[in-house]
């Protein structure tokens, strides 16, 4: 079974201009997909919702800001490399022997998102 819980948050964001300078901070609200495929347990759950929100808060939510991603981490901060990220930090805490995350998609607009699924990384 697949279950899918949605996180919206709010992010600070640099806006970089083309000579690659931060000019000013605004904010910027994303809406997050996660889809987590599992078994079912005894109480009729693949994955408890209040777990998965500590680990995403505490893992992604509390570390996305576009300051941290360019100054720590270093790379550009689009959609698609945000959800690669997002992957990379959530898939070896939600390794269990009954579930496993199974995609990410990351809107950054109402019309826009990326989306990450495990197929990408088991190809």
């Not at 697949?2 to 910027?28: I, M, P, Q, R, W």
């Not at 100054?71 to 945000?82: D, H, K, R, S, Y």
Request: charged share 25%; hydrophobic share 40%; net charge negative.
């Amino acid at each position: 079974m697949k279950v899918t819980k949605v996180f919206t948050f709010d992010s600070a964001h640099n806006l970089t201009n083309y000579n690659g300078k931060c000019e000013n901070l605004h904010g910027h609200t994303y809406k997050l997909e996660i889809t987590v495929e599992g078994s079912i347990d005894d109480e009729g759950m693949v994955i408890d919702f209040a777990y998965l929100k500590a680990i995403v808060d505490s893992e992604v939510v509390k570390k996305l800001d576009h300051a941290y991603l360019n100054e720590v981490l270093g790379f550009n901060t689009t959609c698609e490399n945000i959800a690669v990220w997002m992957w990379r930090k959530l898939d070896p805490l939600l390794k269990n022997e009954r579930f496993h995350l199974f995609s990410i998609r990351l809107w950054e607009t109402p019309t826009s998102f990326a989306e990450v699924t495990i197929q990408d990384f088991t190809k």
